[in-house]
């Protein structure tokens, strides 16, 4: 960054904030290719604590990683009939194996001699490809259950992107697990919706309401699928990760038996699961504010960062040396910034842009007294602290900040939570700048919630779990309704 | 596994042997799509440990992770005339971005409104898009270097393919870094090279020479290839490791350019580094026998397996507790077997086919006398240790194994390099079951490199680094030659 231009206002326009925090906290960038994205070192340190993570919180509930191909067989995605419609819309199709020199000489064209007998698919999703590979694995109900996780990248040729929020290409984890009972299947579905849950917020500081879709919004293919909503500082709701029951829909299309305890065959039972790099959009639209990136301390990068005032000294370097060691210590990632072509001014704008949860200024004046002076990103309070005692304030600080976060975004979100009974009050709610979620009663129809979408953009996010059971008329149509659910606007 | 069937010896067939040790201990299987492997939980296990290593070396050198597109446009690939030629011969291609349903209810089509402008095709290597993105990156000598690395999947349509060894697609990380002057750069291919030879070495226990390639052998592009090459059972040798000093080719193709400190306009210099799943293949064909898999124990997921003999008991319980917690304590990754339904004598063949590093087993009798069994994959002996020395033995013995397999791979080397003076004594080595590496002058010309190729198959593997400066004749032409250099059939 050469010089930092102050970024647009959440208020002037959140869209645009959103980019310039994407691109001048240097995530990610557009690329040559239309919808792809380049991650950027600071994005990707990101994803890599994300995936870290979660891939521990994977392994904690006895699931192991495997990769498969890239590549689907047109084929396989017709096997599973609502799956072809979901996913066969809008992808990218290989059909040729080789290029070759133009004839004249401008450069290199497809060979048509190098046609592929059937056309690949670059991968959207992975069910196809791995129901058919799982057919190999099993025989017996003892090859049951496969708790399986991969680390990938998919392709889905969306028409309008956003960087993270919506690429062709993006990064992502997909769980496939095979099961011998329903119960079981069931169960394992919950409990990733549990641990997506539990990581959403208690890492990334970032409060969501557990819930199923309705029939219209499942993943194509799904008996069920349970959500997590988070909703982000414009009144939006973001769909931030779904666990599927797939019931015996992928065995059915793949031939997949097992031979029971009792040597009956029957069909297996699956789920499905992922979150994506849209975290990463979740996570900015949360917490950052018009200053820059708020990145939560327990999944930064770089919780700390040191910068001397006005530059680097020997008093200066003593006293940072002991506070590196004592924060490294207690397991704080620390960074001392030694730049000297930079002022501290320019550095701390820098800090704040990028996200750093907690900055230390050391000064020739306060070290007089033997003094730092601390601040936090979330609230931008500063603090003299004595030398010694610095990385024990430090530790409890970075604990202050992820709860704080934590309960801002659920302040905000209880904020913007309107119960409605009547569709005038549901139009009005939408209609405000911050909308959020609405909390109403639904005649429990597909045709209902397309025309509620026609009429005011908002969806059903999701019917929350363990939702109160009250009787109640629907907001648009009258009809008796048992349940509330949660509409909203959505990315 | 269901049945243990013995796997073929190297003696009756060596790449049948391979297969069996892929496919019986779990690593790997054939996909539905040609020249794909499905990597399977065992060898992605292997792989997650050859990652995490590496990606620390790459860390501590300074390097961060980034992530570019999968797609690359196909004009792209034409600005450099050299890598065009190397990797557009086979590609994947992606020409359509949809499918439909077919007019005669058969399936889904490729729709044809839906043809790309342009061509993409799937990344056989980075160097374009990369070099396009850091145009935009790199205004001044303040932008550098860039120090970048990815992990991805790449894909390049092998003819000729074989599990980890050569698959179409496979997985990798490639490092792309940009440098203000040639020096930085040479320095940069060196390093990555010799971070290469210590990982292979210290980690996969597999020694390689460190060398550079002929310009006949040379990375599309490249200025000067580096390379670590390591030497398989059956004679044969496998490039492990290469890392490319790229000069300026990359960076005149697409115009990237700073201004240097004397705000004067200059090209910049490149490097690009890479190791693959490959090393898989190389791990396996170094230190395993005909019994299975040998994993070094440094690599390997699990490093100690605790087997109870006949059947788990509660006292058996109570020892293994105190050895399990002893052993972690000390990081070491251990598994206690405490399956029912097999027996031990399955359990020990099928951890030797895993290539589990060492095997405890606690039976009652042992017990009586204070002892447990410890026995070794590499040597498969067997020592009675008592049991509150366990830990301690078994520490060591991991080192010992890591260090036998070293030594053990390094005499075979040494045993299965000659040094030759005459064609008949070339031919006649390179015609033993086991040819190895051979030394030999050579006169520097592509065109004999390429006769000595179609008359034994032999390649000019690499000159070492610090090869011995010494005059000699041109084993085929007879031409002066100033130094010898390493000749071997190849994977």
Redesign the interface.
């Known amino acids: 960054m ?1 010089k930092s231009k102050v970024i647009t206002s959440r208020e002037e326009d959140y869209s645009q904030w959103y980019i310039d925090i994407v691109k001048k906290a240097g995530l990610a ?1 557009n ?3 239309r919808g ?6 600071k ?3 990101l ?2 604590k994300i995936q870290g993570q979660l891939d521990k919180m994977f392994k904690d509930t006895g699931h ?15 096997r599973e009939a609502e799956h ?1 419609e979901g996913f ?13 020199n133009a004839p004249d000489g401008s ?2 064209v ?1 060979d048509p001699k190098a046609k592929l007998e059937e ?4 991968r959207p999703t992975s069910e196809t ?1 791995i129901w ?2 799982y057919k ?1 694995w099993i ?2 109900y ?1 090859d049951l259950p496969l708790l ?1 996780n991969q680390w ?2 998919v ?1 889905r ?1 969306e028409m309008r992107t956003r960087l993270f929020l919506r690429t062709a ?1 993006f ?1 992502w984890q997909e769980g496939h697990t095979a099961h011998a009972t329903k119960e079981e299947a069931i169960a394992e579905a919950r409990q990733m919706q549990e641990v997506y849950a539990t990581f959403a917020e208690e890492y990334m500081a970032m409060p969501v309401i557990r819930g199923a879709k309705t029939a219209n919004e499942r993943f194509a293919g799904a008996e069920d699928t349970l959500t997590i909503e988070a909703l982000m500082q414009d009144g939006k709701a973001l769909q931030a990760g779904t666990s599927h029951f797939l019931g015996q829909n992928f065995a059915r299309a793949f031939d997949v038996k097992f031979l029971n305890e009792n040597n009956k065959e029957e069909l297996v039972w699956a789920t499905s699961w992922g979150v994506s790099t849209r975290l990463i959009g979740g996570l900015i639209m949360t917490h950052s504010d018009d200053s820059g990136l708020v990145i939560p301390p327990k999944l930064a990068p770089t919780q700390v960062v040191i910068v001397p005032i006005p530059k680097p000294s020997p008093e200066i370097g003593e006293v940072a040396d002991k506070v590196i060691a004592a924060l490294k210590a207690k397991g704080v990632s620390v960074k001392f910034d030694l730049d000297l ?1 930079k002022r501290p001014g320019f550095k701390f704008a820098q800090y704040e842009m990028e996200g750093v949860p907690v900055r230390i200024g050391i000064g020739k004046r306060d070290l007089e007294k033997g003094v730092v002076e601390v601040a936090r990103r979330d609230t931008k309070e500063k603090t003299s602290i004595p030398v010694d005692g610095v990385a024990e304030h430090v530790v409890q600080l970075l604990e202050d900040i992820q709860n704080n976060l934590f309960q801002t975004a659920l302040d905000f979100r209880a904020k913007h939570t309107t119960s409605v009974d009547n569709f005038d009050d549901f139009k009005a709610v939408l209609k405000q700048d911050t909308p959020g979620f609405v909390s109403a009663h639904w005649d429990g129809t597909a045709e209902t919630e397309l025309k509620i979408k026609e009429l005011t953009k908002a969806t059903i996010r999701c019917i929350p779990n363990d939702n109160e059971q009250e009787a109640g008329e629907c907001v648009l149509t009258g009809k008796p309704s048992k349940e509330r659910v949660l509409f909203a606007k959505a990315y």
């Open positions: 050469s960038d690329s040559a290719v792809c994205m380049v991650i950027k070192p994005g990707f340190a994803w890599e192991v990683n495997a990769y498969f191909p890239l590549f689907i067989p047109k084929s396989f995605l017709s072809v066969a819309k809008e992808c990218a199709v290989v059909t040729h194996h080789r290029l070759m450069g290199v497809v056309e690949l698919i670059v490809i058919h590979t190999d025989n017996s003892r399986i990938a990248n392709v040729w290409e990064l072509k």
